[in-house]
């Protein structure tokens, strides 16, 4: 377990710009899809349940070159207040029509052509992504090239929603045991947390593990919390509000177990509030939710620089989804085994090919010969509602 550093200290952030600059793209067309992947088991957390995975991909066009982004805020504002309906409409009505026809050098030029609009960092990215996904096909340099990464193979995690049942969590644990997992993520929520990790703890004693509250708690239920110390956890993962940091910092100081900042941390500005309070020891990196890859690089150098440790996150995209967040895991600071999922894990049809498959070692490897695409006969059948959009 990563020890405190000094997070009760100041911080200030010096973040460089992006990795790369380009000759100037201009970007010709997006095509926009709403789509609704089914899973094979509900994911249950603390805010609800889905049956499917909503999304929404993107295709763009620059000269003779088209490439494709995944953001997936989910079907309802549960997680976020986006949903992938809003992301669609924005995108397609007010965030697209911004950008089409324009000419960009750098995601950070594309990203202040953005910044009249607030907030939405799941549309944002869904248009930030197709840029670098479009500068992959452009240069014929690898994403995680691109984003200052590296070609090393980046550790995956296993994960548990709210469950049926006790036994069939700790039979799905031992599963992920044999196949040699080094972590495991549990959801909790209210009915199914302290009960649930004594359950997990006395059958498993030494295993790494952490709990995913996604921000179903307050801070009345800190003795919770302090109760939880003694099943030495890696950290507990956004236990409190999605978009607050001072209660989690007041929790820190309850509390012995470190904390992970997820939902909350939806921007570069908000990761910097949070070191500044000391609200948590870990960050969650998802680049749908906080804009794009820009700002997930700019939030990984951060953390660095404060002795922080990230690990990436994921919305259980396809592949075409799942791939960038392999790409951005390559990155040093990326200390965490990630969620990172096969395509079998959630899918039986996945919507991205090729499909994202694990190693022996529990391990994904970068993609040096192009990212996964959708499938067109899976596109179609999954497409909710679509529109396209061509510069005049």
Same mark, same amino acid.
Not at 67 to 74: G, K
Not at 252 to 264: F, K, R, V
Not at 313 to 329: D, F
């Given at each position: ?95 697209? /029509?911004? $950008? ?11 990203? =202040?052509?953005? *910044? +009249? !609009? @607030? ?85 498993? /004693?030494? $295993? ?11 801070? =009345?239920?800190? *003795? +919770? !919390? @302090? ?166």
């Amino acid at each position: 377990m990563f020890g405190r550093g000094s997070l009760a200290q100041p911080y200030a952030s010096a973040a460089a710009g992006c990795v790369i600059e380009s000759p100037a793209m201009r970007i010709q067309s997006l095509d926009v899809y709403h789509v609704a992947m089914p899973l094979k088991y509900p994911w249950r957390t603390a805010y609800g349940e889905d049956h499917e995975i909503h999304s929404v991909l993107v295709r763009a066009t620059s000269e003779d070159h088209e490439a494709w982004s995944e953001s997936a805020p989910l079907q309802m504002p549960t997680y976020s207040p986006e949903s992938a309906a809003s992301v669609f409409l924005n995108v397609a009505e007010f965030f697209g /029509p911004r $950008i089409i026809g324009q000419e960009f050098e750098s995601a950070d030029a594309l990203n =202040d052509r953005l *910044d +009249l !609009f @607030k907030g939405n960092p799941f549309a944002k990215a869904a248009i930030e992504i197709a840029w670098w996904t479009l500068q992959v096909k452009h240069t014929g340099r690898p994403l995680h090239e691109l984003l200052g990464g590296t070609a090393r193979e980046v550790q995956a995690g296993a994960d548990f929603g709210i469950q049926d049942s006790f036994d069939m969590l700790l039979g799905n644990i031992q599963n992920a045991i044999d196949a040699g997992f080094p972590r495991v993520k549990l959801k909790a929520a209210p009915g199914w947390d302290f009960e649930m990790l004594q359950a997990v703890r006395s059958t498993f /004693p030494e $295993i790494r593990i952490h709990i995913d509250c996604n921000g179903g708690y307050t801070l =009345d239920d800190a *003795d +919770l !919390f @302090k109760r939880m110390d003694q099943f030495k956890l890696e950290f507990i993962e956004q236990p409190l509000a999605n978009d607050d940091v001072l209660d989690h910092a007041k929790l820190a100081g309850m509390i012995e177990t470190p904390i992970c900042l997820d939902e909350s941390v939806n921007s570069v500005r908000a990761v910097e509030h949070a070191l500044t309070v000391g609200a948590c020891e870990f960050v969650n990196i998802k680049p749908g939710r906080v804009g794009g890859l820009a700002n997930a690089v700019r939030i990984h150098d951060i953390c660095r620089d404060a002795g922080v440790p990230v690990w990436v996150g994921g919305m259980l995209e396809s592949a075409v989804g799942s791939a960038i967040c392999v790409e951005l895991a390559t990155l040093p600071n990326f200390l965490y085994p990630g969620d990172l999922f096969p395509s079998s894990r959630f899918y039986k049809h996945d919507l991205g090919k090729p499909e994202i498959e694990l190693t022996d070692q529990k391990t994904m490897l970068p993609f040096t010969d192009g990212l996964p695409e959708p499938d067109e006969d899976l596109l179609e059948r999954y497409t909710v509602q679509s529109r396209s959009l061509v510069a005049e």
